[in-house]
């Protein structure tokens, strides 16, 4: 059983498309995150959610919005893609706040030409 | 705020040999620091974390760490390297207990490269 699956494994969409990446947990996990990573590798938190509150929101353009319907799921969507979107994106998840527990997706490598 | 430098982007290293990945932090406040490995095109893995106690960590796949407060360090190691331990090593920290902002900030990665 796959612990924080995401879909889709890869997006390969056009310019000013807007698109979603969805990810569910089944840890019973509080706490679920949205990092993004780079064409250099770099690792870097968008978003993070605790129990469906938005927690954490780092310097995002506002053409990325993500949900939470419930502690299990957390989506990202982002309207009018531009080509420097493209890159991999991580969901995770923690049991509460605290950094330690963290569980990863395998990724979505968005690729916006 | 806190920050991770990891110091080297690539490490060569001949398979058996012992291997060093450095890394340094900066923060204000008590950590917390893991070391999480990326094989090509897969998620991130957790190798190994301090969270308190006693400073030398060990891990999967025989790494280990020492966490080292007076020069805000916490270098990987591993005494004989094998050619499946080829990837991506990332050295992260976010706030120990009693914090209240708990993300994890990653350094930009080290390659290790284990040839034969």
């Known amino acids: 059983d796959t612990a924080v699956s995401q879909t889709p494994k890869y997006l390969v969409t056009q310019m000013g498309n807007d698109k979603s990446i969805k990810c569910e947990q089944n840890?019973?996990?509080?706490?679920m995150y949205w990092y993004k990573q780079d064409s250099k590798k770099f690792l870097k938190i968008m978003f993070s959610?605790?129990?469906?509150?938005?927690?954490i929101n780092e310097t995002v353009p506002n053409r990325f919005s993500p949900k939470s319907p419930d502690k299990a799921h957390l989506n990202l969507h982002i309207n009018s893609l531009e080509l420097g979107d493209s890159a991999v994106y991580f969901c995770?998840?923690?049991?509460?706040?605290?950094?330690?527990?963290?569980?990863f997706g395998s990724g979505t490598r968005l690729t916006v030409v | 705020a806190q920050s991770v430098t990891q110091l080297d982007s690539q490490v060569p290293v001949f398979e058996e040999a012992p291997v060093e990945l450095r890394c340094n932090y900066s923060?204000?406040?008590?950590?917390?620091l893991f070391w999480y490995v990326q094989y090509p095109n897969q998620g991130l893995q957790l190798l190994l974390k301090?969270?308190?106690?006693?400073?030398l960590v060990k891990g999967i796949n025989g790494f280990e760490a020492e966490f080292n407060k007076s020069q805000t360090s916490f270098h990987l190691r591993k005494p004989s390297v094998h050619i499946s331990d080829t990837a991506e090593y990332f050295c992260?920290?976010?706030?120990?207990?009693?914090?209240?902002?708990?993300?994890?900030?990653f350094g930009k990665g080290t390659l290790l490269t284990v040839n034969p």
């Open positions: 995770a998840s923690s049991p509460g706040r605290e950094a330690y527990g963290y569980t």
């Open positions: 840890l019973g996990h509080d706490t």
């Open positions: 959610y605790n129990n469906k509150e938005l927690i």
């Open positions: 923060s204000s406040v008590s950590v917390y």
């Open positions: 301090y969270l308190s106690g006693s400073t």
């Open positions: 992260a920290v976010s706030e120990g207990s009693g914090g209240s902002n708990y993300k994890l900030t």
